[in-house]
């Protein structure tokens, strides 16, 4: 675990000069708009989606072949993508919260509340992204992982769409349940928020190990 | 030390069946034109694909049960395959040393340093020669049992090939009960390399041989059609049309060489005893 740690670290590093560039524009925007929220997210998935481009770095001219005749096992290969997602985003999500937050402490001088909450919001948004595309990255590759998660993205939406409909149809109305919820029993919608999000998780890195021992290279 | 027992792996147009040894102390040369089934041998070994049927022990144990450890004493070199470019022989160092107990940094330095690669530099950027010889360097550098090396000389050029073949001499050296599997297009410098050699055809083994008894006891049979109608073709392996008459491949050269003094008898090579297996036609 440690070694595939490094590897994808020492492989961020080397492109530090793309990160540079992009922290530069997202901090600027924040500076000028004053759009802490703005600041956060983009980072954050920004940091995701680095993460996720060492699955198709490992991939990179069947790099997979040699990758898995090193002393790594194919579930630990899994899992170190998400342990590597959960870090690197998360320090990125950290670290923009914080300039968010220096930002606004610049700006007027006070302490930023809202821009602490966008940050800790964006952890679970975090790995909600690592958990949906990783899976799509290991078992379809970087090219026609992006037109699975379109599909499955917008088959997600219709069915949603649909359960929505049939539940507005029976007189249910979510989007008032869900804030009513969040309004007089906070600590239960963010516990059961964070139940989501763990167990999505879990079946994720399930179905991912799942793949990779299936793959052959 | 490694024993293939009848490995098969079926694709829709190739099926693999191969049986193949290499003891400790031996350098065993798998030999064979593109497709023939070497990388897909060397991938069941490696556990990359998942063979139909047969059984793989290396180390007398059988490769599905593998653990870290027992994998920590493999050396590989892939043909199409090796650390991403984007990382230089620097990081590879740092990476090798927290996967590999017995990684010698101070020894991998040095020979990047003797073999002119540049530490910071991204792998990427290297030429197909740099590449190949740092595959092999990372795969020497952590006193490794057992090298598998799949067409590990790709792209080199003599002098190069002939510096990588002198470390993986030293490697054998330095620990007899070390191995090594090695497969190579340049069949002529595994004649030198190898104690043993394995011809692989359409997925089949096709002969097995001290690379010594190739070099002495193997020949091939030039003839005009009179002479191939009085040839004894006893020791004859194989036989193909030329223009000129009939090339003969034969394990027995001194027996030819003392009967039929007017045949043309050449000596056999690695190339060209593969070659008349390969396209010749039965004897």
Do not use: W
Not at chain 1, 44 to 61: C, H, P, Q, R
């Amino acid at each position: 675990m440690k070694g595939l740690l490094i590897k994808d670290f020492k492989m961020m590093k080397n492109q530090k000069n793309i990160f540079l560039t992009g922290a530069g524009i997202a901090v600027a925007v924040a500076l000028l708009s004053g759009d802490s929220a703005f600041l956060i997210s983009y980072v954050t998935i920004v940091g995701a989606m680095s993460a996720l481009g060492t699955i198709s770095y490992d991939e990179f001219d069947n790099g997979f072949a040699f990758l898995f005749s090193l002393p790594v096992t194919r579930k630990t290969y899994a899992l170190e993508k998400y342990l590597f997602g959960i870090i690197f985003g998360g320090a990125l999500c950290l670290a923009a919260t914080a300039v968010a937050v220096a930002a606004e402490y610049l700006r007027t001088g006070g302490f930023s509340l809202p821009a602490l909450i966008v940050g800790l919001t964006e952890l679970p948004v975090l790995v909600f992204i690592l958990s949906i595309t990783i899976p799509f990255k290991l078992k379809f590759g970087p090219e026609k992982s992006r037109l699975a998660l379109f599909a499955s993205a917008g088959l997600i939406f219709i069915v949603g769409f649909v359960i929505l409909r049939a539940l507005d149809n029976g007189q249910i109305d979510v989007t008032s349940a869900l804030t009513e919820l969040l309004r007089t029993r906070p600590g239960l919608a963010v516990g059961a928020a964070i139940a989501a999000t763990a167990a999505m998780l879990l079946l994720s890195i399930g179905i991912s190990i799942g793949i990779v021992n299936k793959k052959e290279f | 030390m490694l024993k293939i027992e009848n490995l098969r792996k079926r694709y829709p147009n190739f099926s693999l069946s191969c049986s193949l040894e290499v003891e400790r102390g031996r350098v065993t040369g798998l030999i064979g034109k593109n497709g023939a089934g070497k990388s897909t041998t060397f991938k069941a070994i490696l556990g990359l694909i998942f063979p139909d049927g047969g059984k793989i022990s290396l180390f007398g144990k059988d490769v599905r049960e593998f653990t870290l450890a027992d994998r920590q004493k493999i050396g590989a070199v892939l043909s199409d395959s090796g650390f991403s470019g984007y990382l230089t022989p620097g990081d590879v160092a740092d990476i090798l040393e927290k996967l590999y107990e017995r990684f010698d940094k101070a020894f991998f330095a040095g020979q990047l340093k003797k073999s002119g690669l540049p530490r910071d530099k991204k792998i990427k950027d290297f030429s197909t020669g740099m590449k190949a010889k740092l595959k092999v360097l990372a795969a020497i550098s952590y006193n490794a049992e057992f090298l598998i090396l799949d067409e590990p000389t790709a792209g080199l050029d003599a002098i190069a090939r002939d510096e990588l073949y002198t470390l993986l001499r030293e490697f054998m050296e330095e620990d007899e009960e070390r191995g090594i599997l090695i497969s190579s297009h340049f069949s002529a410098d595994l004649e030198t390399l190898c104690d043993d050699l394995y011809m692989i055809d359409a997925g089949e083994i096709v002969l097995h041989e001290d690379a010594d008894v190739i070099l002495s006891d193997y020949a091939i049979l030039k003839t005009d059609p009179e002479q191939f109608a009085a040839l004894d073709r006893q020791y004859v392996l194989s036989v193909k049309k030329e223009r000129y008459g009939y090339r003969c491949l034969t394990d027995q050269k001194r027996f030819y060489v003392e009967n039929f003094p007017g045949v043309a008898i050449e000596n056999g090579t690695i190339d060209e005893v593969m070659r008349m297996i390969a396209k010749g036609e039965e004897a």
